[in-house]
């Protein structure tokens, strides 16, 4: 159901005291090969990280033999000391595991400006090594154990997995609940197959599922420094993946992860989808849509079950996406309350009672669509991040 | 102090019925000459709203008569109908001034897709024309009800003046509350002054002063469908203003109303100004300042008290301005908290119990600065804007 889904690879999830909680913040994912190929998306975000700029100098070669991943503390914006807890964390799997540190990847999750614990990330390290060298970290629950490490504000652990007839498998784990923006990335994320494939094939399948998943969920407009996504292929199945069956199958985890990650947002109550149709390009349905996303006013009205319509086609209009103004139609839970500019059906006709939410937003203008994932905007949103950091 | 605190204008606001509350909710301000001189500037908002439609057809010759303005209602995505309610109010007021219907600016604020009552309309331009006609309407009394009637969810009326040693008088009105961010405009604001000038000097002046203060204000990043800045000169004071003072005393008088508006916004508990300086252009250091501005989880930090310092890097490091990431200082309230990307100052000596809120970002790229006016986001806000139209 898990990284551990797919045969070659091992997990472990262990408590390092970085989370004042006691609960599970370190993880380790080992590509036990034959392959050790491995793609990735990082945030698009300027200030990233120093497990993001670590880990994309690891990448440069394609190669990823572990990828150990800590909640409580983001390791951003703490200099050159933070970049040598990150550097030291590899050192530290790369000596525990008998591989090379220049294959690690580092992911880190957290509050910005804090300096983590270089003591307990590698008693973590050492303790989540010990985990995998028992035997049982191909196991779901040692994919669960992992899963359970990387969360933050997480009420739940994601977990997807999709097993191909032709004989290889798919699967992946997701931590993130808030700053879901498209980064790319947006989140911590790590999917294992054991398909034959090189780096090359991987990024191409990785690129062409993030950007129609994760890159288009849009929880509260905001980027985080630290978001990766991960592919690993250890080859273990002997089978050679057709590459568009098995973007279809990477698809379909990352989009069952970022919906996951939708459900879990913070203080969300409604699960938004946007739905632009008929729009002159992709790109163009994709601007309207995250518009809308955007759109505290819509966001705070969908809370307060309030169908208002009005503030759909006022962030519409803030785009240069091609359409007529007074050519829209717009539709919420299946009531089509506006039609041509005008208003249609009665406001009063939409049911928002369930969590799930679809708007449809009809441009008139092309055959391209595009949906964007969000949420409303709550009082235990603005609850959850006024006292995160204190 | 107001609309009329330049000689040659009347104001009436009057209790039409269209706000359920029974407050005052239609103004009008007229120019008595002997100049009809005006300048304006629209929401950038490609789905206008209807006054907003008709309005730019009335500033093709920059001559302006009066302004007619209601609460209640925004006209907005009411189709032909709302468009036919928008010219006939103008043709009411036309036929009670003895004016031109084609020289008066309509202005609407409220709920989008509502029809608007014509018939409420009508007699309350009756009774604000009356009002006007009895001869008071000059007075600071007469400006003040103007103010009250369009205001919305404002708590209090915005106005401010400003009178030249030279001889002339700048003075104005404003609305707003919610939805303010650069339109250009985000609010109904009407100005006045009795200085000698034409609409094309007036329209360079409007530009100038709306560029470093309304479009600076960015309450919530929602822009409306409304919003409309109106200027008028009547040259009672036979004085021909020098166009840079002129420019200056108006960007005083539109700061002070932006200022109002800030302090005033739905829901807020502070009042945050983003100072960007050494930006390596100007235009790059509004981006940057916007950018933060726009940032749900900044504005949640801030009304938690929470100096999270992580949360700003991490929005300018969304945008494509002129940085080096890891060589940008942060202060907040006077305590650098952030020296070249890592971390100076212990965040617990911020203090964030006052409602004003400094930030202050140095880019370290040029010589450039700009500061973005928002507010905190709060469970007052959401509150507020979950539960407007219902």
């Given amino acids: 159901m898990s990284v551990t889904a797919a045969s070659g690879f091992a997990a472990a999830g262990v408590a390092a005291g970085l989370k004042s909680t006691g609960k599970r ?3 380790i994912v080992q590509n036990l090969g034959p392959l050790t190929a491995a793609a990735t998306v990082f945030t698009t975000n300027r200030c990233k990280a120093n497990p993001v700029l670590w880990s994309e100098q690891v990448m440069s070669d394609g190669v990823v033999s572990a990828i150990v991943l800590n909640s409580g503390g983001a390791n951003c914006y703490t200099g050159s000391q ?6 030291a964390t590899a050192e530290a799997v790369a000596e525990r595991l008998g591989v090379s540190a220049g294959d690690v990847i580092v992911c880190s999750t957290g509050l910005i400006g804090d300096q983590l614990d270089l003591g307990k990330l590698t008693a973590g390290v050492r303790d989540a090594a010990a985990a995998i060298a028992s035997g049982d970290a191909g196991s779901d629950d040692a994919g669960l154990a992992a899963a359970e490490a990387i969360m933050t504000t997480d009420t739940r652990a994601k977990q997807a997995a999709h097993v191909s007839p032709a004989g290889w498998t798919v699967g992946g784990m997701a931590k993130g609940a808030g700053m879901l923006a498209p980064g790319l990335a947006t989140m911590l994320v790590v999917i294992t197959t054991d398909a034959v494939l090189d780096s090359e094939q991987l990024d191409t399948a990785l690129r062409r599922a993030t950007r129609v998943t994760f890159d288009r969920l849009d929880s509260d407009g905001c980027m985080s420094t630290n978001d990766t996504v991960s592919l690993l292929a250890s080859g273990t199945s002997g089978v050679v993946a057709d590459l568009d069956e098995f973007t279809a199958a990477l698809t379909a985890v990352c989009r069952s992860l970022a919906e996951q990650l939708q459900a879990d947002a ?18 163009e349905a994709v601007v309207v849509g995250r518009a809308v996303s955007r ?5 705070a009205a969908i809370f307060g079950n309030d169908p208002n319509w009005g503030r759909v086609l006022a962030a519409v209009g803030t785009t240069d996406a091609v359409f007529d103004p007074y050519g829209i139609d717009v539709a919420i839970n299946g009531v089509q309350v506006c039609t041509a500019g005008e208003p249609d059906q009665p406001r009063d006709l939409v049911d928002l009672a369930p969590r799930a939410v679809h708007v449809l937003i009809d441009l008139h203008a092309g055959d391209q669509t595009a949906t964007i994932l969000t949420n409303d905007l709550t009082h235990d949103y603005v609850h959850e991040n006024s006292a995160y950091s204190s």
Same sequence: chains 1, 2.
């Fill in 295 to 299: 759109s505290n006013l819509f966001k």
């Fill in 266 to 283: 913070e203080g969300a109550s409604h699960d938004i989808a946007i739905e632009v149709v008929n729009a002159f390009t992709e790109d």
């Fill in 82 to 87: 933070g970049f040598q807890t990150t550097h």
């Fill in 25 to 27: 913040d370190l993880a």
